[in-house]
């Protein structure tokens, strides 16, 4: 078998970060946060005083995208948020990023057999072969209140209406894009955690990756 990759899709907000990082762990696995690259893009983008709409300045930028910057705790912000669902519905800006994202997956860093990677269109465009694809979802209520809670927790001003109208059209705008839209692979395990806690949702994706190596093994043996 080569590289352990673990494919994790979903909207916004279903759990995916914290269910990558554990897994992460768990497999001794690096983790990519594909969202970060298009929230890095979408920082210079805003840096550069550029219109996030420009497709070719936009791609410009994220083809000269600095991986050591993807820590940065600005990618965070709301407003990183909204432009980075804009700029990531152009293709070019797509394409630009694909690369980096498959060679960390078929190359990942020493030390670790293999990689998480966490997004949209992991399963279905950037490693279609992945050996598990989860599909993280939960449903919108669950969802913003989740974000509420961490918005809260952040300090920040909180207005509830605002957090689920913004979600409500990030989701929209990330499964009705015609660049990799956001949907299931057909491969995909769905996991629902919208009555689910950390915990609970990690169970569940540990047992759906630990049936589908054990399928993979026997399929090779
Ligand atoms: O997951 P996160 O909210 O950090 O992603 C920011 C934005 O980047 C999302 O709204 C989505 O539009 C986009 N994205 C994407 N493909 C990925 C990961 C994120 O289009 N693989």
Known sequence: MGALIIAVDGPAAAGKGTLSRRLATEYKLAHLDTGALYRATARDVLAA???PADAEAAAAIAAKLDP???GDPALRTEAV???ASIVSAHPAVRAALL????NFAYHPPEGTIGAVLDGRDIGTVVCPQATVKLF???SLEARSG???RELEAAGGPVDAAAVLADMQARDERDSKRSSSPLKPATDAVVLDTSGL???EAFGAAVSIVRARIRSFSGSQA
């Open 81 to 83: 948020g909204r432009v």
């Open 68 to 70: 050591a910057t993807l």
């Open 49 to 51: 005083g550029v219109d």
């Open 197 to 199: 806690d950390a915990d």
């Open 146 to 148: 989740r974000r509420l």
């Open 136 to 138: 993280v979802t939960a």
């Open 99 to 102: 690369e980096y994202q498959r």
